[in-house]
């Protein structure tokens, strides 16, 4: 068995130069490990695949919208109030009923009225009777001047033959003047026994009608959306015992911006979400359009007639609506998420061979969710975008992964 001989001391290296190549090594490592690393993470931020969120382009209708907030009402609503004031003596519906034109809906005491009816008519027939009275007296004293007239007429042509003398003369001319001034009078007593009369049947009639507004009815077809007052209650004309309200044409009062005044008519379709279904949308159409502007908000009012209303509803409850400005079919339409802008222009990113092309694009209608893109892009190609919420912005060249 052979043996090496051991190094002699003049070949061994020192202990120094031993310990100044190890701290040399440490401090190159200090420096390299860390650059290393500042270099891989440069290439990973700025040469590594990023993570998109991709959308193939593609045709379909793109429906521009202008949007308010309102309150649903109905156009036609009534307080429903008494004529006169009195005690209710009966309320005959409830919040929630429906009602028609003509039913009563409240009923007042009626008990004082009754009794001045009565009256009324009582007074009306002794004014009637009078006027009988005074027919009668009138006819008798008619009778009386025809008399008088055939006593002077006889005794004038007596008078004239000269078998009356003048005495008889002026008997008969004086009877004819009294009958006469009795007829005036009993036609003067006929007369204001026939006014009194009138003046009967109008108070009867006035009584009448008092004692008809002890019965309130509705004046149309509706829904009672509140009740006021109840049995017990004293009610003075003005104060609301029920508020009614015709269904057959519900509107959402929506306040819109005045930007979109121009844009507006008449007929225009329209969506209605109410907040208590935001999942579904109800028809409507542009009713009519306000004439004056918010001076704060600069907001107008739109009144947007709903065709068709949730199974439940409330009067004044808030909805959104979403009027139909525009609409385009068979259009190149695009997430309006994709859209940014770059010195003024709007453009998206595309995805051409696993990298991000910067694409200028020229804008046509925006609707609620999806923008349509009238040069610029075709059906089929792909869009990109940051696949999370919050990333950095893609740049062009990058390259790019779709999960």
Excluded at 2 to 9: E, I, K, N, R
Excluded at 343 to 363: H, I, K, N, P, S
Aim: proline residues 5%.
């Amino acid at each position: 068995m052979s043996t090496q001989p051991a190094p002699s001391a003049a070949e061994a290296p020192p202990p120094v130069a031993r310990a100044r190549g190890r701290r040399i090594v440490v401090q190159a490592l200090k420096v390299i490990i860390p650059v290393g690393i500042v270099a891989a993470i440069v290439y990973w931020v700025r040469f590594a695949p990023v993570p998109v969120a991709a959308h193939t382009v593609e045709q379909g209708t793109v429906v521009a919208e202008a949007m308010g907030t309102g309150t649903l009402e109905a156009r036609v609503k009534a307080t429903i109030s008494p004529k006169i004031s009195g005690r209710i003596v009966e309320v005959l519906v409830d919040q929630g009923d429906r009602v028609e034109a003509g039913q009563v809906l409240v009923r007042l005491d009626d008990s004082d009225l009754q009794q001045q009816v009565e009256v009324a008519e009582s007074s009306l027939g002794a004014a009637q009777a009078a006027v009988e009275r005074q027919a009668a007296d009138q006819q008798r004293a008619k009778a009386v001047l025809d008399l008088a007239h055939i006593d002077y007429e006889r005794v004038k042509g007596l008078t004239n033959q000269g078998s009356a003398s003048s005495f008889e003369m002026d008997q008969a001319t004086e009877g004819l003047r009294v009958a006469e001034a009795g007829i005036g009078s009993a036609e003067a007593a006929l007369a204001e026994a026939q006014k009194n009369t009138i003046v009967a049947q109008k108070t009867l009639e006035y009584q009448c009608a008092l004692l008809a507004n002890t019965v309130v009815t509705a004046p149309f077809p509706g829904l009672i959306v509140r009740r006021d007052h109840d049995s017990g209650d004293i009610i003075v004309p003005g104060t609301s015992a029920l508020l009614l309200l015709a269904t057959d044409e519900m509107w959402v009062s929506a306040w819109v911006d005045e930007t979109e005044m121009g844009r507006l008519i008449p007929g225009q379709p329209a969506r209605v979400v109410f907040r208590s279904s935001p999942e579904q949308g109800y028809t409507g159409e542009v009713a009519r359009l306000g004439r004056e502007t918010d001076r704060e908000t600069r907001e107008f009012l739109v009144d947007v007639r709903v065709t068709e209303l949730p199974a439940n509803w409330a009067a004044g409850q808030r909805a959104e609506v979403y009027i139909e400005t525009g609409r385009a079919e068979q259009a190149v339409r695009v997430p309006a998420r994709f859209i940014l802008w770059r010195d003024g222009q709007a453009g998206v990113f595309v995805e051409q061979a696993g990298r991000a092309a910067w694409r200028v694009v020229q804008l046509g209608l925006r609707g609620r969710d999806v923008v349509e893109i009238r040069d610029g892009l075709h059906p089929g190609e792909r869009l990109i975008g940051p696949a999370k919420a919050g990333a950095g912005p893609l740049r062009d060249g990058q390259r790019v992964t779709v999960p």
